[in-house]
């Protein structure tokens, strides 16, 4: 395994280039490519081995959570890395010759890097999007970068079960970014700031225009104090900002609300409103908190409202569409989702680097048996990483459920997909086609109204043709038959007015189409009746067969079917339609399939291990939790367990269990999952998934009882102590029920 060679740094994941600073010159020409925040930090080291003839050798990982504040903590962590080289007593031979640390700072768009030589001094210096480097001058830009590192840390989601759109990035190395009153102190300020610069950095790929209220540094903070319970701090960091903004007030309202000041928050919005009464977000906390109080009326006309003054962002048409399903319209939700904007989803900020010549991810010699799960295994297969102790037979998926569509679904599709499925729950399958065919133009609707539109256009077309080459009729007119621009004889005008491929807007069958289409709506009558009862009453209306001059082609269809009432299905709507049937029918198969074998099993269940890999059962998890089934999903998580080793699969079980207030087994998934990222080095505390599932329970149960909770579990001592540091956390920042 490559962590015997004495040239990797210990417990630090590393990947080797092919030449000196290739991965330096590969962010540079990246820089302009930078759109929001930025990847995670570059840090860059040459190591020489002085007692070989051994080339020097170039070494990169990412690092997100580092203090960015100044030159000097970047250069100590550049330094800390001559810690690392060698294992316990063994001294090394290579050493760390120089290093490069790279922090984007997302508000100049400049790369900040900082280069240390060892022995020798430190050089800061600043490179922008077209290469070029110059020094750094200015204070402020510090402080900008350390609020854009931060971020980065805060807002990363590599560790979350689906995180980085379902391609973990490798070798990245996370600290707390803020372990101290003292470093969240120094990083308020500097957010606050930057506070009105914070619309710059871009926002959630579901939204269009980033605002003050939803920008990357506000969803940040939101974040950050959200998931601790800490909203009370939320609310005294914004309540000095809404001063000048009215719309900051719509996340002091929230954070009021998620604090149980309902009146305090209720003061803010009615003072915000008229301040700035076209403002969308004061519009959706409004709606909020409505709909949680069932005042499901008054909720819609302000989701009505909020998509008049934004009708360009989906969350507005969004919000209207949840609104609908509330009350039931699920004919109105399926047109406000058909509404909905859609945007292409952006892909994060990356960086492009040639592939390593080897690889270093660093693992803890335990006798502990762990499994991988199948997304991390490409990247780390042979690298001594945790994801080469699973069997590969238990990472085969069967082709099918590999080419499920949802997997593809990103941003707004994705939460209309969500919508889709909320709808459907609600009222079920067979119901939302039946809606689906009453509010949309099915293809076989439009494909019969535009056939027979085109046959009557043609034969009025020949018959209007007939009648103006007929004999005895006038060829030529004189001019005072004709008017100023040269009309046609009024004998052609006048069935020319009779064509029409809308019979309820012009036509001869202008007074008994809508009616027809009004009677067949009322009735619920099919197409093919519709038309047949259509044309019976217009033949019956029509001019009697002694007045009527016998024709031997057959009478021409009327045009009588309405689309007044109807729309046209978005195509990507269409798509989501089928992604969904996908989802159900599978999920079908599968519940007839246990239902089955558990049956013909018996006693023995264990049979259903026999017919899934591990794999398989971790996507069927997936599937039922989209279409939530709470309970299957569960199973499906714990099914994949017994067979492989999944930290995706333990992060949905742990979030589960936290969401339900089960107390011990989210301790039991805590327990197992902090071992594990132990024997990865990977020590942060908060933010991440774990923390927020533990905070949810401290809040719930109070830390007392959790604290009592865990020692009953009776875990290894290095666990324990693994755990305890997140009460200890708990304590020192005041999360919500630290204090009883």
Request: aromatic letters at 8%.
């Amino acid at each position: 395994m490559v962590a015997a060679d004495p040239s990797v740094l210990r417990g630090i994941p590393e990947f080797f280039e092919n030449e000196l600073g290739e991965s330096l010159s590969s962010r540079t020409e990246s820089l302009a490519t930078f759109r929001e925040l930025g990847p995670p930090d570059l840090c860059h080291i040459i190591k020489t081995n002085s007692k070989s003839q051994a080339k020097d050798i170039g070494s990169y990982h990412y690092v997100l959570g580092t203090d960015a504040s100044s030159s000097g903590p970047l250069a100590a962590y550049l330094n800390s890395l001559t810690y690392s080289l060698g294992s316990g007593a063994t001294k090394s031979p290579w050493k760390i010759r120089c290093g490069t640390y790279c922090c984007f700072n997302a508000f100049s768009r400049v790369d900040m890097r900082v280069e240390v030589r060892i022995p020798g001094g430190v050089e800061a210096y600043a490179v922008d999007v077209r290469g070029d480097k110059y020094p750094i001058e200015n204070s402020s830009m510090w402080e900008e970068a350390h609020v854009s590192a931060v971020l980065r840390a805060i807002l990363d989601d590599n560790d979350e079960p689906d995180g980085n759109d379902g391609q973990p990035l490798l070798g990245l190395r996370k600290v707390d970014p803020l372990p101290t009153l003292a470093a969240e102190k120094r990083f308020l300020e500097a957010a606050a700031g930057q506070f009105w610069k914070g619309w710059q950095l871009g926002t959630e790929p579901e939204l269009q225009h980033a605002t003050f209220f939803n920008n990357h540094l506000t969803n940040g903070l939101v974040k950050y104090f959200t998931q601790a319970g800490r909203t009370r701090e939320a609310a005294k960091f914004f309540e000095p900002l809404y001063a000048n903004d009215p719309e900051v007030g719509a996340v002091l309202a929230q954070a009021l609300l998620d604090t149980d000041e309902e009146i305090k928050a209720v003061q803010v919005l009615y003072e915000a409103l008229k301040r700035q009464p076209m403002s969308y977000g004061l519009l959706m906390v409004q709606i909020d908190f409505l709909k949680k109080k069932r005042k499901l009326d008054m909720a819609l006309r302000l989701a009505k409202l909020a998509v008049v003054h934004a009708p360009s962002e989906f969350c507005t048409w969004a919000k209207l569409t949840e609104m609908y399903t509330e009350i039931g319209d699920y004919e109105a939700a399926l047109l406000s989702l058909n509404a909905c904007p859609m945007f292409t989803y952006c892909e994060k900020d990356a960086h492009r680097m040639p592939p390593p010549v080897r690889t270093h991810l660093p693992l803890r010699a335990t006798g502990t048996n762990t499994k991988s799960d199948e997304d991390s295994k490409k990247g780390a297969g042979g690298s001594g990483s945790i994801y080469d102790e699973n069997d590969p037979r238990e990472n085969e998926v069967h082709p099918e459920l590999r080419r499920l569509s949802f997997l593809s679904l990103r941003g707004t599709f994705s939460k209309a997909y969500h919508l889709l499925i909320r709808i459907a729950g609600k009222i079920g399958w067979e119901e939302l086609l039946r809606h689906r065919s009453t509010v949309f133009v099915m293809e076989e609707e439009y494909r019969i109204h535009r056939a027979l539109a085109e046959e009557q256009d043609k034969t009025e077309q020949l018959r209007i043709t007939e009648e103006v080459t007929a004999p005895g009729a006038p060829l030529m007119t004189s001019m005072d038959e004709k008017g100023p621009e040269g009309d046609r004889p009024d004998d052609v005008e006048a069935p020319m007015e009779a064509i029409s491929l809308d019979d309820d807007t012009r036509g001869r069958d202008r007074e008994s189409s809508p009616q027809l289409s009004d009677d067949g709506r009322r009735h619920g009558l099919s197409i093919d009746e519709l038309m047949k009862k259509t044309g019976a009453q217009t033949h019956s209306s029509g001019p009697s067969p002694e007045n009527h001059t016998p024709n031997p082609r057959a009478p021409p269809h009327s045009v009588s079917f309405s689309f007044k009432n109807k729309r046209l299905c978005e195509k990507w709507l269409d798509n989501l339609f089928m992604v969904l049937y996908q989802d159900i029918r599978l999920y079908t198969l599968l519940k007839q399939e246990i239902s089955q074998y558990k049956n013909q099993a018996g006693a023995n269940a264990n049979v259903l291990l026999y017919r899934k890999t591990g794999a398989e059962w971790e996507i069927y998890g997936d599937l039922a939790q989209r279409l939530d089934y709470k309970e299957d999903a569960k199973e499906a998580y714990r099914l994949c367990l017994s067979q492989k080793f999944s930290m995706k699969s333990w992060l949905k079980l742990l979030e589960m269990h936290s969401d339900e207030g089960n107390m011990q087994e989210t301790l039991r998934a805590v327990a197992k999952l902090i071992a594990i990222l132990d024997r990865a080095f990977i020590e942060t505390t908060y933010p991440s998934p774990i923390a927020t599932c533990l905070f949810k329970i401290i809040s719930r149960h109070g830390l007392a009882k959790v604290q009592n909770a865990l020692i009953s579990l009776n875990l290894p001592q290095h666990e324990f102590r693994l755990i305890t540091r997140f009460f200890e956390y708990a304590e020192l920042f005041s999360v919500e029920g630290s204090k009883w």
